[in-house]
């Protein structure tokens, strides 16, 4: 059996996932992080109700990507699977995601989480494997209000980590984000623009592995609905869960045509400096 794993899959997207590979890819079986492991444990239960066959195939594992002895105890646990022969890790999905909090504490999960997941599990992960960043279309959209420079930096195919973690810790001193070339928004989107180049530089750091980012889409979920104001879910055109599922699996299961991309939701190629909206003609350039 190979397995998957999934950070922040207790609720939301995350869940969809574990469900989806659950039921289309058989020959594969999930480990289900969540922060809280009671949590981890009442969504397995969900799915168990659903069909209690699935039992074999989905585990928790208590995993909070903000924390390096979480994310390396987890590590280790698999690890002597691994070497015991009893698991094959196959992909790692890196979903767990913060919208309110500071620019730190924001930066800290969305972005600074994925590289403590990345570090600790992608040795593990056989050649070929996927890893997929779940970053969102606030990405693009935060990059398109940055002067021409710090756009190139968001788009930069030489990007390093040390370049990334010292612009990231010059942020989290910041008020406000109208400075260092950038044209203000929140920390939310910053965090999924530095998650979205942070993926070109682990792409190069992984050749091995298939490295990918996406957004779900705009999924009714407790964190899509931070962002609603006085709408309803209707109104602002939120998808379910099961639809934030598809870029996902798609970057999981199939070939994209790259390594070190971001998708939309239609599992289309998108640009990572502006947004293109899903089901209009794919992005080409570099
Ligand atoms: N919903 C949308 O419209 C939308 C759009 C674009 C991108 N996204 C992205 O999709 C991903 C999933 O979000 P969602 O919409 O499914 O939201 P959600 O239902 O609120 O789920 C967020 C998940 O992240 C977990 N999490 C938060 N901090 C964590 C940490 N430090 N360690 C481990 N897990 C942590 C949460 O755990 P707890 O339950 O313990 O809080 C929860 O399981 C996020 O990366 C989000 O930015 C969502």
Redesign the pocket.
């Known amino acids: 059996m190979k397995f998957i794993v999934i ?8 869940l969809a996932v574990v469900e989806a590979i659950l039921r289309e890819q058989t020959q594969y079986a999930v480990i289900l ?4 492991r009671g ?1 981890g444990e009442a969504a397995r239960n969900e799915l168990l109700a659903i069909d209690p066959a699935w039992s074999d195939r989905v585990e928790v594992f208590e ?4 924390s390096d002895r979480s994310v390396s105890l987890a590590a280790e646990r698999i690890a002597e699977r691994r070497e015991g022969d009893s698991l094959r890790l196959a992909g790692l999905v890196n ?5 309110n909090g500071s620019i730190a504490e924001v930066l800290e ?2 972005a600074y ?1 994925i590289r403590r997941m990345c570090r600790a599990f992608a040795p593990l992960i056989e050649e070929g494997g996927r890893i997929v960043n ?5 990405g693009p959209n935060f990059v398109a209000r940055c002067d021409a420079d710090r756009q190139a930096f968001f788009t930069d195919e030489t990007m390093t980590w040390e370049r990334l973690d010292a612009f990231m810790q010059q942020c989290t001193g910041l008020r406000s984000l109208d400075t260092l070339g950038m044209g203000g928004g929140a920390a939310y989107g910053l965090s ?1 623009a530095c998650a979205n180049v942070l993926t070109i530089h682990l792409a190069k750091q992984y050749p091995d592995l298939v490295v990918n980012a996406c ?5 009714d ?4 609905r931070e962002t609603l104001g006085s709408r309803t879910p209707e109104e602002a055109g ?1 998808k379910a ?1 099961a639809d ?1 599922a598809r870029a996902i699996m798609k970057l999981l299961f199939e070939t994209p045509r790259g390594v070190g991309h971001y998708y939309g939701s239609d599992g289309l190629r998108s640009p990572m400096d502006h947004y293109r909206a899903p089901g209009s003609p794919e992005f080409t350039g570099t």
Not at 33 to 36: L, P, Q, T
Not at 95 to 99: D, E, L, P, V
Not at 215 to 219: D, E, K, M, S
């Open positions: 950070t922040g899959a207790n609720k939301g997207i995350g992080g969540s922060r809280d949590r995993l909070d990507v903000s979903n767990a995601g913060a919208i999960v969305n989480g779940v970053t969102s279309a606030s999924k957004t779900p889409g705009y999924i979920t407790d964190l899509g939120m869960p934030g």
